[in-house]
Nanobody
């Protein structure tokens, strides 16, 4: 099973960017998806997670109200729409997946995730 993150780039403060995570797994609709990020010199941190149906989401306080996680199960793809970007959002963004035993399950704990993408760089200039 592979996860391929894409869509990162350079954007100015206040701008928007949407990053995507395409999964090769044909049972994508049973996976909880999460986005995490790692800035230089810092530990990887939770950003957002979405249940396998897309009905339940959860966000880190630092991105709440600015970022939106979503998914299209028919395309085996998860998204992270990022608005009102700040320089402190600069990081490598990673998507990750774990089997969702129940439809409403999500997880903020990176240790629960068993499949990881390669990461996509997001740089916000001031």
């Amino acid at each position: 099973v592979q996860l391929q993150a894409s869509g990162g780039g350079l954007v100015q403060t206040g701008g928007s960017l949407r990053i995507s995570c395409a999964a090769s797994r044909r049972t994508f609709n049973t996976d909880v998806m999460g986005w995490f990020r790692q800035a230089p010199g810092k530990e990887r941190e939770f950003v957002a997670t979405v249940s396998r149906s897309g009905a339940v989401t959860s966000y880190a306080d630092s991105v709440k109200g600015r970022f939106t996680i979503s998914r299209e199960n028919a395309k085996s793809t998860a998204y992270l729409q990022m608005n009102s970007l700040k320089p402190e959002d600069t990081a490598v963004y990673y998507c990750a997946a774990l089997y969702g035993r129940l439809p409403q399950i999500t997880s903020q704990d990176m240790n629960n995730y068993v499949r990881w993408g390669q990461g996509t760089q997001v740089t916000v200039s001031s």
